[in-house]
Structures are given as C-alpha cells and as structure tokens.
C-alpha cells in the first residue's frame, strides 16, 4: 500500500520557485488502493504542473486515459474515456485543517505532496452518471434477458397467475401485494 501512493508523490522541498511537471501512469493498483467496487480497471496518464512559491503549491492536473466499470444496460464491461482537469492549491500551516476539495493543508516539515487520493478522487468524478456502452456495443444476449415486458404481456402473465389454483396462498399473496401497490399508487 504504501509503495502505491508513493507513486504519486512529489517531493517539493527540493524544487525552486517556478514552474515544474510531473508524469504519471495510473493503473489498477490505485483503484485496488481505493478498494473501489465500480472501477474494475484502467490505464490513465496524469500531468501535472507545479508551480511553487514561498507559500503555496499549484497544481494543474490533466488526466486522460480509460476505465473499465460495469454497463448499466447489459452489464458487460465497458471501458469509458477520462479527460479531466483540474486544479488544486496546496497551502502550509502549523494548523491542521481539513482537504476541502480545492485546498489541501500540509504541515511546513512535510517532505512531499501525496496526490494518489486527488487522482483517484478526480477519476471517479470524470465518470458518466450513466455508464453504457454506446449504442450497438452491448452483448445482445444479456440484453434480451433484460427485455421490457409490455402492458399487454404483463396482463398475460398475471392473469394466468391468477388462474393457477396449484398455490393459492402465494395467490392470496401476489393479491395482497397488488392491492398495496394500487394503494400506494393513489
């Protein structure tokens, strides 16, 4: 674990004031870090442009690359594109605060900046809310699996449910059940 995040470190102290870049390859073993459920796997490339003063860091994070997560609709795997920027100032102060999201606070005798949870962090929200394959792309048979069933066919099937007197108190059941429904409905 702690080889991990070393990976996405950047030594500062010994860095003049100005500009510096830094380049990263993200790979499984960070999501796996993260014990992230949703990301199965990927390969993404971070820049990062420093630029340091007496009182801050800049950072200029550009990631681009792909993960792997789960469809929505077919539940194939389904590798999505990341193109993210974004920015993050790093302060020092004696006084432990809390990362707000835009800032980080670091102690003056840190050593190093650890980015492994920005990066992570700023992947999973590059993520679609909707994770599909684009149109065409999905495994045709899970998705007959997951057909739609229409009013009609809906019908059929509880009407010959409520034909079948093999089990009547799962009928009685499936009744009680409709009924809470249609009332929850009104």
Known sequence: MMNTTKRYCI???GLKNGEHTFDFEVGDDLFQ????TEIKGGHCDVKVRLTRSE?????QVAIQGHVVVVCDRCLGDCELPIDQNEELIVKFSD???????ETLWLSPVEDFVDLAQFIYESIVLALPYQRVHPEGE???DMLKRFRIVSDKEFESIEAAAEKDDSNPEWNEQLSALKEELEKRQK
């Open 138 to 140: 999905c495994d045709p």
């Open 55 to 59: 009182r801050q860091l800049q950072l």
């Open 33 to 36: 870090l993260f014990g992230n």
């Open 11 to 13: 030594a500062y102290k």
């Open 95 to 101: 006084e432990i605060r809390e990362y707000d999201g």
